[in-house]
């Protein structure tokens, strides 16, 4: 018999319903707070978020189901490819008994499963009369997929990229700029926040903070102006289920239920696309499935961070989460995983985290690309700086294994392409990539003794 590959879905296995882990958690989180610490009311929220997906931020329903408008959409790239890594099996030399699977979530253009979320955000926001959306982009992934997604929903995308990220990024932009989407370079003078921070250091390469604080800004004063977030929220994490649903029946099709279910964490949402549907299926008792955050050690939230209430931004407008956090002033060194340098967390995935429901490891960005250039060159794919965490966590499972003489099955989400982030492959290619210590923020050799 020929051995199998890849495990493929057709459209009518895609799921009809979003898996709401809200529903499940062991200890519910606290309510979102202001900076006086009185709770926040969804009334609120609905100044920048259409009311549906204010209702699915604060929902409990244990699914939700997907309309059938968004299906038709998702529908473009999804069900996404379940790949059993047999080259990198060989490449890794591992014995019989361990397996690695990928879920590929970079099949779509704008390259991320980001998209699996910008798609309802579009629809949601159409459907409530928005006419535009806006949104702030540092790396640029989050950036293309909701102007992707504006463009095949009707929905005007303003985006307010960071200035550094503009100027050392002119795929992104110019992705973004074909899909119909406005980029600025934030700070502008469009707004009151852009406008104090120019009139103070009119040569500032921005932040993060400041083009949130001018996306914010933009629709708080407009009616028919709606803001989106691409990670973090809970109804983020509730979208990209479907990549954990369609996994679970994937893995059937190969015959194997994972030993191990493991995603790289920024503000755990593909983690919580690929994980939740498995804590569920461990509840039901059809897993013992552990679920793995990687997270880089520049930026370890969940493996040195404090379980509090913090604020999502620098600036500290956002309301304060229950989470894991590194302090909202915390910023982290320069690794090229953009998408992980955040100093918080999803709530839903600390709250599971802290329950001891999902462990955390960290890892060096020297040791992800190692381990990303071996995935590459087996599997002929070329992993976003992101992903490769997920891909490194994976091989110290597959030889931790293989040390202890054990069978395993490992199965990783794969969250998007790096064909974008070449120059971060340039400088490791030519070892120019250096690691960070946490807690001093200085270059070191990150390999530890
Ligand atoms: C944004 C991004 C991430 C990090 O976001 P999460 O919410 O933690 O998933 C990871 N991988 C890729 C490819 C991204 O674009």
Known sequence: ??????????????????YNVAADLPVPIGPPLDAEGNPVGAEALLAIFPPALVEQEVSTERYIDIPGEVLDVIRTFRPTPLTRARMFEKALGLPEGIQIYYKYEGINASGSHKANTAIPQAFYNKQAGITKLTTETGAGQWGSAIAMAGSQLGIDVDVFMVGVSYDQKPYRRIFMESFGAKVHRSPTTMTEVGRQVLAKDPDTLGSLSIAISEAVEVAAANPDINYSLGSVLNHVCLHQTVIGQEAILQMEMAGVEPDVVIACCGGGTNLAGIGFPYYKRRLDGKT??????????????????????????EAGLTPQMQMYTLGHDFVPAGIHAGGLRYHGDSPLV????KSGDIEAVSLYQNDCFEAAMIFSRAEAMLPAPESSHAIAAAVQEARAAAEAGEDRVILFNLSGHGFLDLPAYDRYNRGELVDYDFASGTVIDGKEA
């Open 1 to 18: 018999m020929t051995q199998q590959y890849r495990f493929n879905l057709t459209e009518k296995d895609m799921p009809t319903a979003w």
């Open 350 to 353: 600390s709250a599971l985290v």
């Open 288 to 313: 013992k499935a552990r679920i793995v955050a990687a997270e880089p050690k520049a930026c370890p939230t969940l493996t040195a961070g404090e379980y509090r209430y913090d604020f999502g931004d």
